[in-house]
């Protein structure tokens, strides 16, 4: 149980495009998802959180009008990386909490996305 | 702000060898901390989670160890396998649900 899916696993385009990444909880419902980055070799950064039905909280230093995060459902968060540019380039990962987030809960994280910006 | 620090950056064992893994933290006030494993390009497998009141938890040859005074952990691994061969993160959980990860601790365990 508590499966969290990413699409797509890896994606190249073009610089000044607009990438969407899609974070599903499989079989639990996911009140809080969570939005991490990690360059090569670096640990995980955490950019945002979202709870179903709200606006996301974005940490310090990320740019909300340039990292869109939808949480429309209990199963589902996207991710919009607008008007990329290489410096995007980076491994996108989403984690899924099914009761308040962290705490005592775990958070289930999905495989992650490859994002190359060209 | 909670740092968290992994040392070492890089382990090398022959296998068989038992492997510990340390994480330090600033901030005491977590609720839990918990042990990852990454394989290269791939996402994070959770190993262990230890609630704050909790001073170890095992999973077959995995066994982590909390000290919440001192703000350490340690990752024990007996009788390592090339199989053990990732990079394991060591990441707390504080009081507004959010995860701290340290860099994580690249091991590679020669057959």
């Known amino acids: 149980g508590a499966v969290v899916s990413q699409h797509p696993s890896w994606v190249i385009c073009k610089s000044g495009t607009s990438v969407k990444i899609e974070c599903r909880s499989l079989?639990?419902?996911?009140?809080?998802m969570f939005w991490y980055r990690q360059f090569p070799k670096q640990s995980l950064m955490l950019m945002a959180t979202?709870?179903?039905?709200?606006?996301?909280?974005?940490e310090q230093g990320v740019e909300k009008d340039k990292f869109l995060i939808n949480h429309a459902s209990l199963t589902l968060s996207t991710l919009t990386v607008t008007s990329a540019h290489p410096e995007d380039s980076s491994f996108y990962i989403c984690?899924?909490?099914?009761?308040?987030?962290?705490?005592?809960?775990?958070?289930?994280f999905g495989p992650g996305t490859r994002l190359t910006v060209l | 702000k909670q740092e968290v620090t992994q040392i070492p950056a890089a382990l090398s064992v022959p296998e068989g060898e038992n492997l510990v893994l340390n994480c330090s933290f600033t901030d005491s006030a977590i609720y839990n901390l918990q042990w990852f494993r990454q394989d290269p390009g791939k996402g994070l497998t959770s190993l262990l989670l230890i609630q704050s009141s909790q001073r170890e938890q095992t999973s077959g040859r995995l066994n982590a160890s909390l000290d919440k005074s001192s703000g350490r952990s340690t990752l024990y691994i007996a009788a390592s396998q090339p199989g053990d061969s990732a990079t394991y993160l060591c990441a707390v959980s504080g009081n507004d649900y959010k995860l701290s990860f340290g860099a994580g601790t690249t091991v590679t365990v020669r057959a």
């Open positions: 079989d639990f419902q996911a009140t809080t």
């Open positions: 979202s709870n179903e039905g709200s606006k996301a909280t974005y």
């Open positions: 984690s899924a909490s099914a009761v308040g987030g962290g705490g005592t809960d775990t958070q289930y």
